[in-house]
């Protein structure tokens, strides 16, 4: 008997699967097919997914409807709208993958790049916040000395990377390098359609190695995010809208879904599904992946209702409770204003 080497073990497990599956379920069957096919462990699923899904809808459609009433700015209410739907739009894609198997890499890739995107309009609120580039920059440079360069996802690796002097064109930068990540998906879906399409699962091997090739743009992106809001979180001015919550939610959020995706793959081609029974086993592993992600969608917009709430948060400046706040702030201003005068 031949024995396989540790490097033969590796090729085989990114690019086939341990397991002979041959006479098993080698072709992913239509929606209609599966579904009439499931077993009690696949109904019991579907029907939970579908309702936790629909309460994350539900969720969102209230959050919606703060946003809309109590929320000024036009562009501060989209930008908070785009970031709100993320939870739900992953959700209902990942619901649908379960429902209609052979779309799975559809709604992965459309989940992807709406996270990439997500990361972008999170930079732009935080723009927003501070009425702009320039006037972020200004304050920066008026109350910080360094950007905070040590952050994910390159501190665990570098954990001494040293302070860097704040500087205009360095913000600048952190900027673009969160810009560009959302336009280099944007393109990297696309290709990634064209082979899928094009040659099914002869195409494995490409989709690998384009991921690859776009991983230094993720990262960048991320990276890029990091450092500014890791930044600029030492500020007063964000505390009291609870930015900082936002971000650590949509980041957690990402980093889960990005890290589900290869350890299912990986689980799958090791052998952890077996050939499966109703559906192929890599298929078998992203239905239990698409799972997942409903459930960590549906605890994401959960804990974003109690932690944002409008009373808490002064991105809903027409709220009762932020008027008081406002209104309290400007009384100890004129009130110390009053006291140094006399």
Known sequence: MLEISPWETLVKLLTDSLLNCTGSHEDVPHSKHFLRSLTTTYIASL?????VTVGTVCLAVLHLVYISFYITHSSRRLLIVLLACTAPLVSILALVAMYM???WFLSHLL?????SFALWVIICLLLHIFDGHHALVTKMMQRLQFVEIATPPFCCLFPCLPKV???GKKIRLCELMVLQAPIVRLFATLI???IYFEYQDQGLVPLKVLDFITLPSLLAGIYGTHMLVTTVSRMDELVSYRYVVVFRLLDFFFMVFGLQQPVFDFLARYGAFGCGTVLPAIETSFYWKNFFTVMEAFCVTLISTVLLQPSKSSFFDKHPSC??????RSTITEVDTDESTT
């Not at 029907?47 to 309702?51: D, L, Q, S, W």
């Not at 989940?111 to 996270?115: D, E, G, P, R, W």
Request: hydrophobic content about 50%; glycine content about 0%; overall charge positive.
């Open 47 to 51: 029907a939970v997914a579908t309702a």
């Open 323 to 328: 008027r008081s706040m406002s209104s309290a």
């Open 101 to 103: 198997p052979r779309v």
């Open 165 to 167: 002097r704040l500087e």
């Open 111 to 115: 989940s992807f790049l709406y996270f």
């Open 192 to 194: 990634s359609l064209i």
